[in-house]
């Protein structure tokens, strides 16, 4: 082949990116015995407060069977809690000391991805990210 398709450029260049962020981003968590799911688990519990396993993998776009490993590990650690809401249906939430860990750590979260993501201009964040809307399911109810 002469010359790789564009489809196959744009790829080839998310998918380094993507992984080029992440390691820039997430290396900081290993300091504080967190894997990048964990982080993301909690992180998203801090976000949108107590919701099922199946919500939490949507949020964190992996299987319900790897959430629920994750929040296996959470729980242990004393970090997140499962408990059966109004509807019998059972939620994860963030205990107590899982809450204060990721409000702890998110700061610094912040200013880092900041620091990352400011290679692009407001406008182009912006337009990235409309672009990567097209490919990732909408937010709630998919």
Known sequence: ??????????FSALRKSA???RSEVY????????????????EALCREGPVSIGELAGEISTSQETAG?????????????RRRDDQDHYVVALTTHGGKLINTLFPAHLRLVEQVMAKLTDAEQ??????????APAEKGV
């Open 1 to 10: 082949m002469d010359e790789d398709p564009i489809s196959i450029q744009v």
């Open 19 to 21: 992984n080029t962020i």
């Open 27 to 42: 290396k900081k968590l290993l300091a504080r015995d967190l894997t990048l799911r964990q982080f993301m688990v909690l």
């Open 69 to 81: 490993k994750v929040v296996v590990d959470l729980e242990k650690r004393n970090l997140v809690a």
């Open 126 to 135: 912006e337009h990235l990210k409309r672009l990567c809307d097209r490919f």
